[in-house]
T-cell receptor, first 111, second 117 residues
Framework: QKEVEQDPGPLSVPEGAIVSLNCTYSNSAFQYFMWYRQYSRKGPELLMYTYSSGNKEDGRFTAQVDKSSKYISLFIRDSQPSDSATYLCAMSGGGSYIPTFGRGTSLIVHP | GAVVSQHPSRVICKSGTSVKIECRSLDFQATTMFWYRQFPKKSLMLMATSNEGSKATYEQGVEKDKFLINHASLTLSTLTVTSAHPEDSSFYIC?????????????FGPGTRLTVL
């Protein structure tokens, strides 16, 4: 079992839809959870950063962490075509700050 | 936010040649720089971690003689793919960090697409 599991998609939604992206993990030592957005042929950029369990909201984006279930989510409200990208989850902890990445989910928002 | 650049953005070379990729932190001094490799529809694979002035720490399975990393200053790290072969074709991404612990956000470069013919 990989440390971080993420469905690669693609996930195709109409503009304005609520998008839910998810990752599961197996390492209970993970405490820091991140979501990155990566446009085609570009490097990843940090979207959201959360520590331990709970929710964090930033504009149209909400990150949720459920450590008891080892499950994290990223919600995108009122999705836009410009949100079309690959979204990678990443997490770290247990004495290492180097994150372990999921394989990324490709999101397509069509007008 | 902090900016990390990579050069070149794309390189095509013949099998057997060596290719150098530069990673620069433009507006900050990076504590640590990382080199990743990414295959299509696959996750980022950490290759090595480097701190300025010291030898890079390579991940298991990464040949250090094949992928030479030099971290000459707090703003520059280079990755040299020696005697490149078609299987080395990939997207190489560097990142740099500022600070430590929970504030240790990684800032990624735009990546370098290497194609070995």
């Amino acid at each position: 079992q990989k440390e971080v599991e993420q469905d690669p998609g693609p996930l195709s939604v109409p503009e304005g839809a609520i998008v839910s992206l998810n990752c599961t993990y197996s390492n209970s030592a993970f405490q820091y959870f991140m979501w990155y957005r990566q446009y085609s042929r570009k490097g990843p950029e940090l979207l959201m950063y959360t520590y331990s369990s709970g929710n964090k909201e930033d504009g149209r984006f909400t990150a949720q962490v459920d450590k008891s279930s080892k499950y994290i989510s990223l919600f995108i409200r009122d999705s836009q075509p410009s949100d079309s990208a690959t979204y990678l989850c990443a997490m770290s902890g247990g004495g290492s700050y180097i994150p372990t990445f999921g394989r990324g989910t490709s999101l397509i928002v069509h007008p | 936010g902090a900016v990390v650049s990579q050069h070149p953005s794309r390189v095509i070379c013949k099998s057997g040649t060596s290719v150098k990729i530069e990673c620069r932190s433009l507006d900050f001094q990076a504590t640590t720089m990382f080199w990743y490799r990414q295959f299509p529809k696959k996750s980022l694979m950490l290759m090595a971690t480097s701190n300025e002035g010291s030898k890079a720490t390579y991940e298991q399975g990464v040949e250090k003689d094949k992928f030479l990393i030099n971290h000459a200053s707090l703003t520059l790290s280079t990755l040299t793919v020696t005697s490149a072969h078609p299987e080395d074709s990939s997207f190489y991404i560097c990142s740099a960090t500022v600070g430590s612990g929970r504030d240790n956000e990684q800032f990624f470069g735009p990546g370098t697409r290497l194609t070995v013919l």
